[in-house]
């Protein structure tokens, strides 16, 4: 029962926002490969805030094509990952014309931003010139996805299978779909996990599916599995922070905590306003090593600083009583 409660509030924390969404687009020569990230259970996105796209320069694999990874997490609005940041997006999603490269970059660059009504709309229009093609169904289905129709994103998905069975991406937005459409049955969850597994495998530059199958295996209390598969992601995204996050958040759930602080800092070393980090940090060092000085000042830091996501900020306070509750019961 409380694994199943879990897996409901699971459900709940990827409908708000921490799905990880693969399309492909070949677009003027390069391969643009957008998708969703994912985060760990301490979740603090946000409904109201547009979304953050985060991308990853890379070589393509055919003909030597410069190819990029767009990383979308709806619910926040700042790139991790660049070059491309959320203003480049927005910058071309307000292309016109009806040709059908032009709609093909319209609706990408609106999947990109978390506009996903506007970008099922584009989608549609350019099946309406290419029917059945895979690249625009997959548009369609993400967009789905992220408006939160789950079962006509299943139906599309379905039929994305049927003309590009075995594709990763395809794979990867199956597999959200049955996972968002599940009624919290744990049967459906590892079908999902099994999909997940499937689209990991299927290409050896597959993100996307890796980071939303280590979320998975976090909230099915597997953190061994978790970090094979977040160590595998790493690999493939030049050890990105959302695959470092998830490694050390898998770390951390093994109890391995010289391992996680040397995740967290090695994050904040690139990038010391990553909060998330931050706040992992705080854990670690609370939980790992009594150290409640370390842990305290960080957490003090997290909830004075305005600039932290407000969930943040309340988790961050909520810990910092738990340890000042805890040092009195030591000391």
């Known amino acids: 029962m409380k694994n199943m409660r879990s897996l409901v509030g699971f459900k709940r924390t990827f409908s708000v926002g921490l799905l990880v969404i693969v399309v492909s687009l070949i677009y003027n020569g390069c391969s643009i490969l957008g998708g969703g990230s994912n985060d760990d259970e301490e979740d603090y996105s946000d409904d109201s805030k547009p979304g953050k796209v985060k991308t990853l320069e890379s070589l393509s694999s055919e003909g030597g094509e410069a190819s990029q990874i767009v990383v979308q997490h709806v619910g926040e609005k700042n790139p991790v990952i660049s070059p491309y940041d959320r203003k480049y997006w927005i910058s071309l999603k307000d292309i016109s014309g009806n040709e059908p490269k032009q709609i093909a970059q319209k609706m990408i660059s609106l999947l990109a931003v978390g506009e996903s009504e506007d970008a099922a709309e584009e989608a549609r229009r350019f099946l309406a010139i290419q029917p059945g093609n895979k690249m625009a169904l997959t548009v369609l289905t993400a967009a789905l996805v992220m408006s939160r129709k789950y079962d006509l994103a299943a139906y599309y998905a379905k039929h994305l299978e049927g003309i590009s069975s075995g594709n990763s991406e395809a794979l990867n937005v199956k597999a959200l779909a049955i996972m968002l459409a599940a009624q919290s049955r744990l049967s459906d969850y590892r079908r999902a996990e099994k999909i997940f597994r499937e689209s990991l495998d299927a290409s050896s530059k597959e993100v996307a599916a890796g980071l939303n199958l ?18 595998i992601v790493a ?3 030049h050890s990105c922070e959302e695959a470092l996050l998830g490694v050390g958040i898998s770390a951390a759930r093994l109890k391995q905590y010289d391992k996680s602080k040397d995740i967290w800092k090695a994050i904040l070393s690139k990038n010391p306003k990553n909060h998330r980090a931050l706040y992992h940090l705080a854990l670690t060092y609370k939980n790992g090593y009594n150290d409640y000085d370390q842990a305290e000042k960080i957490l003090r830091e997290l909830v004075e600083d305005g600039s932290v996501n407000r969930l943040l900020q309340e988790r961050a306070n909520a810990t910092m009583r738990a340890v000042a509750t805890e040092r009195r019961v030591k000391h």
């Open 235 to 237: 690999s493939r995204c």
């Open 214 to 231: 280590g979320r998975l295996y976090l909230e099915l209390g597997d953190a061994g599995s978790a970090a094979g598969v977040f160590d």
